[in-house]
Each structure stands twice: as C-alpha cells, then as structure tokens.
Nanobody, 127 residues
C-alpha cells in the first residue's frame, strides 16, 4: 500500500511562488511515475505535470508550461512542484498521484493510469 501526503500549499499573491511537496511511503518510489493534478470547485480534475521514474521524462499542461517545474528526489521518496508566476486561475486543490509499473499511457484517463492519490493541498492565489 502506497500513501501520498502533499504539503506546501497556502495563500499567495499573484506573481508569487510556492513549492509543493508530495511524500510517498510504502513501496518503491523510485519506480513510480508521479503526477500532479489540480481540482477547483465545479471543475473536473486537471492534469498539471508528470515525471518519469528517473525524473528525466516530464510533461506539462500548456497552462503551466514555463511557470511550473516538476522534480523528484528518489532518495527522499518525494516529488515536488515548483510554481512560479502564480495566477488567480491556478487556485485549486493540488493532488499528487503515483503510477506503479507497468505504467499506464499518459494519454489515459488519470483514474485509470494512476494507482494511488494523495488527499491534496490547497493553493489560493489572491491579492
């Protein structure tokens, strides 16, 4: 059983930065693909970023490219999401997810690709 715990959310002004963390326990973190998603009230869960198990294969949603960076420290069983130049539309609950091998296709519905989800951390961007 894998447990994922997000942290680092909070209230930030537009243009500000936050770094989210997702700590994993149980299993072999270094073999997982890790994704970040976000969800706002009344909206569907939205893909934000994904990292391959070695950290070298990353993809981003167009809405965050150039502003957000996903990274991971396998020795600490942790994946990060560095968020810069935050905008009010980035306000959401941010969740991390783990995909254990054999990996699902990144084009799949995330509920099919990812095996475990965290509870999320709230990010609010407001002046």
């Amino acid at each position: 059983q894998v447990q994922l715990v997000e942290s680092g959310g909070g209230l930030v002004q537009p243009g500000g930065s936050l770094r989210l963390s997702c700590a994993a326990s149980g299993g072999s973190f270094s073999t997982y693909e890790m994704g970040w998603f976000r969800q706002s009230p009344g909206k569907e869960r939205e893909f934000v970023a994904v990292s391959g198990y070695r950290g070298g294969s990353t993809d981003y949603a167009d809405s965050v490219k150039g502003r957000f960076t996903i990274s991971r420290e396998n020795a600490k069983n942790t994946v990060y999401l560095q968020m810069n130049d935050l905008k009010p539309e980035d306000t959401a609950v941010y969740l991390c997810a783990a995909d254990l091998p054999p990996y699902g296709d990144r084009r799949w519905d995330p509920t099919l690709k990812y095996d475990y989800w965290g509870q999320g951390t709230q990010v609010t961007v407001s002046s």
